[in-house]
């Protein structure tokens, strides 16, 4: 996968942007509620009467008392779709969510204050306001009497007071819906790009209204399941937070411009907004008061759906007049930011030579020059300059950490890592702490000597590997060896680095299928035997190999094992049962293990008759534990590693070790007690996973649950043994067996590493105390991996234990020692220097929000193990709190404390943020099950920062308004309801789902070229596959689908919905900047709480 796909462009975001004190959120139900009197802001998420955060302190992560917990869910029956298929969601272009103003520029600027008074509040029902009631005017006032986004010495904008249109009408959201599709995975969104509708200059439109629910769908009186709330439609003007988005270069201010008319400065000078819109010139401020009462129907202002009231539309009862609403094109968007990052950082290389730059965006396409420093595709950091001393550091609460991908695929214009070889000496180390050869490490007394860069230590140069050194200092002979000026290679590794002394074997793999009834009922076990025969032919080879090193062995499996014997000199393969599943054993070693091309024929025999074998069983029980334990033994046995790819059903009731019962419990959640089902519910499987990474047996687990299954429980051999695990729910072949395939094929093809130990130095002053991922560890500071896939990360927290130099910046080294697909054993390498510094001003400057959100998401996820998820919560929000109120008591010019003034770098932390609060994890819908949560929780744990980035915030692309020719992706428009237009067909996607929505207006040649039917009506909603047609507009979006699949690790299978449909519900869920169903928050209301918990922490 492309770790650095293009996203959709996005307007830039360089200046100081003011949020507005006068903001109200109209009613959710179809008609406005009577006006009431304003009450004090709510608490984040539901009824909890008020958010009290301890003042700011040293001790990070301190959980605040804010934060109602998640929604109650229930499981999802076999119609839901599978967890796992569906992510968050996108919003469209049209009005931004007031959500969007989450991050600002991180460097001293003025800010605006907007001081338009605010309407009378209507009053919404509290299930669907995660805030309470909306603030008062005078509260709201008060606190936001601006906001700003800071840069680096950037200038602020001059204050001005605006008003706003009319507030987009909130949809009644009470209804019942049935459900509809599987349910397979977790929704997230994507930013969509900002865009104005042209119009008067100054004037702003009225934003759309979204479509009454109660007219779209059935109400709950017509008796139809309660559809979950990850599907449910959301209100308009209201996302998810999404997760971050690529960054701009955050050294470099961005370009001025011209400042609004009326504008006053108040502070440093800062560049002014760029535009958000290519039909404007830049953000048209209105003056107070431009509207009054709500207006009719406007020219080139739609409805976003057909049917939808547009103001003035039908006579009613009077109305109180529109309070003032906050701009949603004000605040921060993600796709402004990951456009400005393309455009500006995408056609210039990124040369690794300099220490501390800091990378661009993980959606920014770009290419990588090492000269020294490891790829950004190799390791990712928080921030690129550490505080010098702890102080600094816990008063910043920025995490220092890192996520490290030591396998990753290199695209094909870049090399992958050079091999040495230092023959039977080995790889040249410190003395003391062992780290290996590097450039960061100088060379003294003429060569015949090199200090080590991580502890100081003079070492002695071995005479075959010395050098002299030029006028410079450098050994002449520098850019000869790949050590000395690359910031990533291998060396090959001596005997002494492999177990009992000896080289190792090449691997294995052990295919483990489950023939019970329900493997057979669906077709699943024929379908995987006919896969079998052809992609033995794909398993992976080193470099220039003919065939693979890999053996293979076969094994089924219900209530009892059978080995099968394929020897090469076999007529017929031959089975041989295991029935005592309590004390395991491998009957065979001879004819277990072989390799492909020599027994094919007795393979083929036996794929073709496994499923004629078991045709008739009734067989419905299972176990697991013995299986792996089977696999373990048969790798022990030939002395080797290995993987097991388990094939299973069902939760493994029979009479085993490992045996588990039923305890889905959804009464746990929202309680004490929920982190239980996280939790296995058995110590067996983690014993049983320590020993298969001491036998170096990697497992990768393929469920097909009709019902629950205990993911928690089944997926901890995966997870501690470096493996995978896939799920799909209500299995089907003629709907799944694309997916399934296309993973399996994916599975078995990617370069693995076995039987690893990686382990992470770091120069004097910090060290790794904490680590993130799947993998083992026996002790503090080796991670140990059964297998590590070239998709695989790994985070790692660092804290001082001493205090830093500015002058020689802070040095980390990966060290991943591991077994190659050939048996060899090798050592790859990575190093990366990074700056120190004394100025907080310069950390923020520095920081990454995408891999600060990829951290923070981990370790939230790891959090709900030990820890009440609203906890787990409560604590993230404190730490963002912190993390905004340092930069604003200490690096922002002082300006008045009703402005919420961000970082440049961290602008999109509130909203990124904002949609992992609302992840399925954290916050689950009715519709998820308990399985669904387990399987994301695991997921994510693995994810590098790219899968994160859009996993969180999904990519919404319209695919209707780019020219037929153009061959790049379509701009992105942000992830909200506001966004869409019926008159167009979108695309979301977030690295698991993957939908095509279509309006309701589409015109009907639209429709005839796309799916080859006359009318809106006839399109078939679900629909999982296009029609191949030969029209521009069909060969476009079928390719834009087929690229975004190959972008992704995992296959994203295609769901088609329609405006108004039933499914449109569970497109909405990962529509991340509207409020969810399931009480998470929008955009604008969990900007409006940060800032309101800033302001806590600095009064």
């Known amino acids: 996968m492309n770790v650095n796909q293009s996203a959709p462009p996005v307007p830039p975001f360089g200046q100081n942007q003011p949020i507005y004190p006068g903001y109200h959120q109209s009613s959710y139900g179809g008609q406005p509620g009577p006006a009431v009197p304003a009450a004090p802001y709510g608490a984040y998420n539901g009824p909890v009467p008020g958010y009290q955060q301890t003042p700011l302190q040293g001790v990070p992560r301190a959980p605040p008392s804010s934060g109602a917990p998640p929604a109650s869910t229930a499981q999802a029956p076999c119609g839901q779709t599978p967890y796992g298929q569906f992510g968050q969601g996108d919003i469209q272009n049209g009005p931004s969510s007031a959500a969007q103003m989450q991050r600002l520029p991180a460097a001293a600027s003025a800010s605006q204050q907007f001081g338009s008074p605010l309407a009378p509040v209507v009053s919404q029902p509290a299930v669907l306001q995660p805030y309470g009631p909306p603030p008062t005017s005078a509260q709201v006032t008060a606190q936001l009497a601006g906001m700003q986004i800071s840069g680096a010495a950037s200038q602020a904008p001059p204050s001005s007071g605006l008003g706003y249109g009319p507030p987009t009408s909130l949809a009644s959201a009470s209804g019942s819906f049935p459900n509809s599709g599987p349910y397979g995975s977790y929704p997230q969104s994507q930013a969509p790009s900002l865009s104005q509708a042209q119009g008067h200059p100054g004037v702003q439109p009225p934003l759309r209204s979204a479509p009454p629910l109660a007219s779209s769908f059935t109400s709950p009186a017509s008796g139809g399941p309660r559809m979950p709330s990850m599907t449910g439609p959301l209100p308009p003007g209201q996302g998810f937070g999404s997760l971050p988005v690529n960054q701009p270069n955050h050294v470099s201010s961005p370009p001025a411009h011209a400042l609004p008319p009326g504008t006053q400065m108040t502070g440093p000078p800062v560049p002014p907004p760029p535009m958000h819109s290519p039909q404007q010139p830049g953000y048209q401020l209105q003056q107070n008061g431009s509207f009054g009462p709500a207006r009719g129907p406007q020219p080139n202002y739609e409805s976003p759906y057909p049917g939808a009231s547009t103001f003035g539309s039908q006579p009613g009862p009077p109305q109180p007049l529109p309070p003032k609403r906050l701009d949603p094109d004000a605040i921060p968007s993600p796709i402004q930011v990951i456009e400005d990052d393309r455009n500006n950082r995408g056609s210039e290389p990124f040369v690794t030579g300099v220490r501390g730059q800091v990378p661009p965006l993980v959606t920014t396409n770009f290419l990588v020059k090492d000269q020294g420093n490891a790829s950004p595709r190799y390791i990712r950091c928080t921030s690129y300059n550490i505080p010098c001393t702890s102080d600094m550091a816990k008063q910043a609460q920025v995490p220092l950490a890192a996520v490290i991908k030591p396998l990753a695929r290199l695209p094909p214009e870049e090399a992958s890592p050079y091999v040495v070889d230092h023959g039977e000496s080995g790889p040249l180390r410190c003395n003391r702490c062992k780290a290996y050869m590097c450039p960061l490490m100088t060379f003294i007394e003429g060569g015949r000597r090199f200090q080590c860069s991580f502890c100081s230590c003079i070492n002695d140069v071995p005479p075959q590997y010395f050098q002299h050194l030029d006028h410079t200092g450098k050994r002449v002979d520098a850019y000869d060896r790949p050590e000395l000026s690359l910031g990533s290679y291998e060396f090959l590794a001596t005997v002494d680095y492999c177990k009992n002394n000896k080289f190792p074997s090449p691997p294995a793999f052990i295919f483990m299928i489950d023939v019970s009834y329900n493997a057979i009922r669906t077709g699943l076990v024929r379908l995987l035997c006919e896969e079998l025969k052809s992609l033995l032919d794909y398993l992976p080879r080193e470099g220039g190999a003919e065939e693979s090193a890999i053996r293979v062995g076969f094994v089924t499996y219900n209530k009892v094992l059978h080995f099968y014997n394929v020897k090469s000199s076999l007529a017929q393969p031959q089975m041989m049962v295991v029935s005592d599943v309590a004390d395991m054993f491998v009957p065979l070693l001879d004819g277990f293990l072989v390799n492909v091309n020599e027994s094919r024929a007795v393979i083929t025999s036996l794929l073709d008759q496994i499923p004629e074998m078991f045709a008739d069983t009734r067989e419905t029980e299972t176990v697991f534990a013995p299986v792996i334990q089977a696999g373990m033994e048969a790798l022990k046995a030939a002395e080797c590693a290995g993987k097991l790819f388990v094939f299973h059903t069902s939760l493994p009731i029979a009479e085993a070790p490992g045996k588990l019962k ?31 990474v001491a036998q170096g047996c990697c497992v990768d687990l393929f469920l097909f649950p009709n019902q629950y299954v205990d993911v928690a429980t089944l997926s901890v051999v995966p997870q501690l043994t470096g493996g995978s695990v896939y799920k799909y729910a209500c299995f089907q072949v003629e709907n799944d067996q694309e997916r399934f395939l296309s993973d399996l094929r994916r599975d078995v093809q990617k370069v693995v590493g076995f039987d690893a130990v990686m382990r992470v130095r770091t120069s004097t002053g910090i060290r790794a105390v904490d680590f993130f991922g799947a993998f083992y560890m026996s002790n503090t500071t080796d991670v140990e991996l059964a297998g590590l896939d070239e998709d695989k990360t790994v985070t790692v927290e660092f804290k001082h234990d001493d205090r830093l130099n500015e002058e020689s910046g802070a040095l980390l080294q990966c060290a991943l020692l591991y077994t190659s697909c050939a048996g060899q054993r090798r050592l790859r390498i990575h190093n990366l220097a990074l700056n120190c510094c004394a100025q907080l001003a310069d950390l923020y400057r520095n920081c990454e929000t995408d891999t600060l959100i990829n951290y923070m998401a981990k370790f939230a996820y790891r959090g709900v193990l030990n820890s009440p998820v609203k906890t787990v919560r409560d604590t993230l929000i404190t730490q963002c709190a912190q993390i905004l109120a340092c930069y604003r008591k200490n690096c922002a010019s002082p300006s008045s404390a009703g402005q919420l003034i961000l970082p440049e770098c961290m602008k999109l932390l509130p909203v990124y943020l904002n949609c992992v609060l609302k992840s399925d994890v954290l916050q689950p819908g009715a519709e998820v099950t308990t399985d669904d949560r387990a399987y994301v929780r695991q997921l994510v744990s693995c994810m590098d920062v790219a899968e994160t980035n859009v996993f969180f915030y999904p990519r919404l692309l319209p695919l ?119 009480g998470g928050a929008s955009y604008v209301d969990f900007l409006c709480h940060m800032h309101k918990e800033i302001r806590q922490l600095l009064s």
């Open 960 to 1078: 209707t308004k780019s020219p037929m020719d153009s061959t790049t992706e379509p701009p992105a428009v942000r992830a909200s309801e506001e966004r869409l237009s019926s008159g167009d067909i979108y695309l979301l996607e977030n690295g698991l789902n993957l939908f095509v929505w279509v309006g309701a207006s589409v015109q009907q040649g639209v429709v005839q070229s796309l799916f080859n039917v006359s009318s809106f009506s006839q399109i078939t909603s679900g629909l999982s596959v296009l029609p191949v047609l030969d029209n521009p507009l069909s060969k476009k979006v079928r390719g834009l689908i087929d690229s975004l699949r190959a972008q992704r690790m995992r296959y994203m299978k295609l769901i088609v919905v329609k405006q108004e449909d039933k499914l449109e519900m569970l497109f909405k869920h990962f529509l991340v900047e509207d409020k969810s169903l399931s």
């Open 662 to 692: 039923n305890r889905d419990d959804r009464k746990l959640i929202n309680t004490d007690k929920e982190k239980t089902l996280f939790q296995p519910q058995t110590g067996t499987y983690q014993t049983l996973a320590k020993d298969c």
